[in-house]
């Protein structure tokens, strides 16, 4: 979604959308609690998308029942899950002090099942707490 935004940015140097695509691309990158809304400016007005959503640098797309990062949907690979953590637990405890050493700690503001990509694996989290 970044080099979707970039591009979108570079290609547009002037007026009103580009003003707006630099400011939703500058607000993406520091934003530190989820958009439940997912609003963005388009052409000076606000538009929402409900089936996606922006924590910090990171996209989830909303698939079946859980919420999927964007970059294991941009590899078009098989999403099954190498691995579960259940939220409460002490492999969930290790993966908030992993997240928050790597101020990705936002990422698990998103509620219910999210699957990730850690370590080259696609990490399932039960979220539901």
């Known amino acids: 979604m970044r080099r979707e ?44 998308l409900a089936p996606v959503q922006q924590v910090s640098d990171t996209a989830f797309f909303h698939r079946g029942n859980r919420w999927i990062e964007g970059s294991i949907v941009a590899a078009r690979e098989k999403m099954s899950v190498d691995r579960t953590i259940e939220f409460g637990t002490p492999e969930f405890e290790r993966l908030v002090d992993r997240l928050v050493r790597e101020n990705r700690q936002s990422l698990l503001t998103v509620r219910g099942e999210i699957l990730l990509r850690l370590d080259a694996q696609n990490v399932l989290v039960r979220n539901d707490g």
Do not use: F, T, W, Y
Not at 21 to 43: E, F, I, M, P, Y
């Open 5 to 48: 935004l970039a591009s979108k940015a570079i290609a547009e140097r002037s007026g009103a959308d580009a003003v707006e695509r630099a400011k939703n691309v500058q607000h993406a990158k520091v934003q530190q609690l989820l958009d439940g809304r997912n609003r963005l400016d388009s052409k000076l007005a606000q538009i929402q």
